[in-house]
T-cell receptor, first 112, second 115 residues
């Protein structure tokens, strides 16, 4: 699986938007970009994924660069509950066993 | 639809004992993954199973660790002769399929403490 690079930590104020960047310069054409997050003392949870086009769901938005070498997870209004470690993960469409390769992720702190 | 269930949530063992961790995937899911999170470290893949088959065990320690997912019942991660270094949170995840788009649903984890 291709490697991703994320900042170690970020801070945000409550109710403000948060942009979490991820670089994946060696991404291949069939790699999907997935985001998971892990709240304190909990198992990871899926946030969003995309291939080429920007994606929106009830939790977040995913903006993918035109060359696909980077992406940004957008939380539109951060809440205290969004404080977590956010992982950007590349997953091949096929030819893999589906395992998730977690990096160090970005630890997001949300200040009231 | 119940989520992924793991039990026990907390497990304490003395060195040399056996630890058995159980995982019941979401209904309809036939793919199960086990991950380990050592203290102050990231999540590491251990093993991927389908019913009655181990598909990928590239992340499993060579000795003392084994996993199964029988035709009936939960998936079991078994650690024999535990050592202090096995103390960690063990997470199970399940998915409907394995393609790159299928999300994995994680359980709450089993926190193993070896005394």
């Amino acid at each position: 699986d291709a490697k991703t690079t994320q900042p170690n930590s970020m801070e945000s104020n409550e109710e403000e938007p948060v942009h979490l960047p991820c670089n994946h310069s060696t991404i291949s054409g069939t790699d999907y970009i997935h985001w998971y997050r892990q709240l304190p003392s909990q198992g990871p949870e899926y946030v969003i994924h995309g291939l080429t086009s920007n994606v929106n769901n009830r939790m977040a938005s995913l903006a993918i660069a035109e060359d696909r070498k980077s992406s940004t997870l957008i939380l539109h209004r951060a809440t205290l509950r969004d404080a977590a470690v956010y992982y950007c993960i590349l997953r091949a469409l096929s030819g893999n066993t589906g395992k998730l390769i977690f990096g160090q992720g970005t630890t997001l702190q949300v200040k009231p | 639809n119940a989520g992924v269930m793991q039990n026990p949530r907390h497990l304490v063992r003395r060195r040399g004992q056996e630890a058995r961790l159980r995982c019941s995937p979401m209904k309809g899911h036939s793919h199960v993954y086990w991950y380990r999170q050592l203290p102050e470290e990231g999540l590491k893949f251990m093993v991927y199973l389908q019913k009655e088959n181990i598909i990928d065990e590239s992340g499993m320690p060579k000795e003392r660790f084994s996993a199964e997912f029988p035709k009936e019942g939960p998936s079991i991660l078994r650690i024999q002769q535990v050592v202090r270094g096995d103390s960690a949170a063990y997470f199970c995840a399940s998915s409907f399929g394995l393609a790159g788009v299928d999300e994995q649903f994680f359980g709450p984890g089993t926190r193993l403490t070896v005394l």
